[in-house]
């Protein structure tokens, strides 16, 4: 019988965001943003521990508001020119004991963890080595202006029978950290390394902030949803 790896998740937080100030520090329905995420990260009760890796000690106080743990990344690894290899890398070398990193991203508020749970369990069902939740487009999609998932000879598709397009939401991504680290150390990458493969989120999990707009967006959302609204049901008009 196989032991149950360690899962450790991984909130990473940098103080100097360029697009947004302070972005994670942000108010969403008066709350910091970050705070999403680490709920979201604790309730799922999947993860051996939570990390909140910053290189700010501004955020061992987020992290003790939330009783989780704090790791202070080296400050080159904060600065916006800071490449997402190097950080994951860092991170394994300093919980070398985790078998499974989870990049829960507090740029998405709105990932539940009844969602995070089912990609975990995806990833370990499918025995994948590295992972990235996207967003399925089922829209006409064009990349150079060339067409991805239709074709510009004869008619024009119902948005129903195309295949939809995947775009990268980032809300999540989940490494084998032996994985991760073989593939480092041989070509200075590892994200995409060994068996890869993408997770569908929701609508809402999709909503990502990178500008005051999305921050905006998030925040008026978020005043208006609770838990029945994620229940929504449909209702009409009295002619039907």
């Known amino acids: 019988m196989s032991k149950k790896p360690l899962i450790y998740a991984m909130i990473p937080a940098r103080l100097g965001s360029t697009r947004l100030k302070m972005k994670n520090l942000a108010l969403i ?18 993860f051996d521990k939570v990390v909140l890796n910053s290189e700010s000690e501004i955020f061992n106080e987020i992290a003790n508001r939330h009783d ?6 080296p400050s080159d690894l904060g600065s916006s020119e800071a490449k997402s290899d ?5 991170f394994i070398n300093n919980f070398p004991e985790a078998d499974i990193i989870v990049w829960v991203n507090p740029i998405s508020p709105f990932q539940t963890s009844d969602e995070i749970i089912k990609i975990i369990s995806y990833f370990i069902d499918n025995n994948l080595d590295s992972l990235i939740t996207t967003e399925e487009k089922q829209v006409h999609c064009n990349f150079n202006n060339e067409p991805v998932n239709y074709s510009l000879e004869g008619v024009f598709e119902q948005t129903q029978d195309l295949k939809p397009a995947q775009s990268f939401v980032y809300s999540v ?30 609508k809402l999990s999709s909503i990502i902030i990178k500008n005051k707009d999305d921050l905006m967006l998030a ?18 008009d009295d002619l039907v």
């Open 86 to 90: 190097l950080v994951i890398a860092d």
């Open 173 to 202: 991504m989940m490494w084998k950290s032996e994985k991760f680290l073989n593939e480092f150390h041989k070509k200075g990458f590892g994200i995409f390394c060994g068996k890869f493969s993408t997770f569908p989120v929701s």
């Open 29 to 46: 329905n008066n709350k910091p943003m970050i705070s999403y995420a680490i709920e979201a990260a604790k309730k799922t009760g999947i």
């Open 68 to 73: 989780i743990l704090f790791y202070h990344r």
């Open 219 to 236: 925040d008026l959302l978020m005043q208006g949803i609770d838990q029945e609204a994620r229940k929504y049901k449909v209702k009409y």
